[in-house]
């Protein structure tokens, strides 16, 4: 299903990457009191009222002609044609400006829902300054404060109620789902067509040339598809061009419908830094990754060069090492023939459940080769374990003290589940609650 977007919009200096900091529960953004810090969209993911939403971090929008802040509006704008509602956020302190005034008419050609916040309402002896922004044509504006997370909650009631209606896919539940993302010009869009046996998408030697997601559906060995195609997310610092701006945004709204992302590598230009961001997406939402090193053709060979490679992939993804490899060419169709079997493995580890009672046998015996650690004399305590839910699956261990399970155990914990039931290519879950919980 794919989330609902919110983008912060408004002009520097008026709060928004602490608005932002707050509703993500995290410290993603750069603060600091200056105009024009955040020079790029920051992405994130948060939930209110068991509502998930992505939410964007814009650099502002101003009407100068200075180059920076021509480039913040540039990317605002972006954020408003992705969004699904719009928070346009004000200084409560300075007033209505006209700089306000003309973000409000930037806002107003959108035709998207917005909620008016103003911020930097501290105290309620200063909720006198917060009506003059009804001229700005939002309706009733809300009262903030980013720096003492004041009137968060209402801000967020307001938003979510401008949410579409949740929607499944209208896909089968047995059909599998599947995205490929990757740096432009890694070949995703020649595996798309190498895969449908078809030309569908634009193929060209010009990185970032596929533009959006588009679906695709196949039937393979009486097994249903969906390939979800998309633009090549590029590296903030090169990115110029409008429409590039998408990219990175569109990929994350098909990683969020997909049950399997590809995480494609280019063979010919080896790992990059940007490879393992684009992967972290994928990690990060929980779904199921294969590694594919696409342009395999390209490559001279020996007998150790594939293993040399693919130890060099396990040394730079190590979050990634239930993740599955396959070297391919789009180009050749060399090993192509092995990637559906791959997707159609982890799609259904993916979606494994496990009996309770042998969940609890094979943690019981892991207890017994491994005892549970101890802290301050205290020792952790195993009373039972379920598995709550499936994509990814999770698992909740009811013990007696949540703090005493250190991340080395429940690393432990995932290795001996894996070693028991499989699991390749899906992350896991492990989450620690108090027994009377």
Known sequence: MQKPVVAVVGRPNVGKSTIFNRVIGDRLAIVEDKPGVTRDRIYSSAEWLNREFNVIDTGGIDLGDEPLLKQMREQADVAINEADVIIFMVNGREGVTSADEEVAQILFRSKKPVVLAVNKIDN????????????????????????????????????????PQEDEDDYDDTTIKFSLIGRPNVGKSSLVNSILGKERSIVSDVAGTTRDAIDATFTKDEQDYVIIDTAGMRKK?????TTEKYSVLRA??????????????????????????????????????????????????????????????RDHFLFLDYAPIVFVSAKTKQRLHTLL?????????????????????????????????????KRLKINYVTQVATKPPTFVLFVNDPELLHFSYKRFIDNRIRDAFGFKGTPIRIIARRKSD
């Open 124 to 163: 309620p002896e200063r909720m006198n300054e917060v009506y003059e922004f009804y001229s700005l044509g939002f309706g009733e504006p809300i009262a903030i404060s980013g720096s003492h997370g004041l009137g968060l909650g209402d801000l967020l009631d307001a938003v979510i109620k401008h949410f």
């Open 237 to 241: 610092g090169k990115v110029y061009e």
């Open 252 to 313: 994350l709204k098909a990683i969020d419908r997909s049950d399997v992302v590809l995480v494609v590598l280019n063979a010919e230009e080896g790992i990059i830094e940007q490879d393992k961001k684009i992967a972290g997406y994928a990690h990060e939402a929980g779904r199921a990754v294969i590694i594919v090193v696409n342009k395999w053709d390209a490559i001279e060979k020996n007998d150790k060069t594939l293993k040399e490679f693919e130890q060099k992939i």
């Open 341 to 377: 079997p791959v997707i159609e493995t982890v799609a259904e580890n993916h979606s494994m459940r496990v009996k309770t009672n042998v969940l609890n046998d094979v943690i019981m015996d892991a207890v017994m080769m491994n005892p549970t650690p101890t802290d301050k004399g």
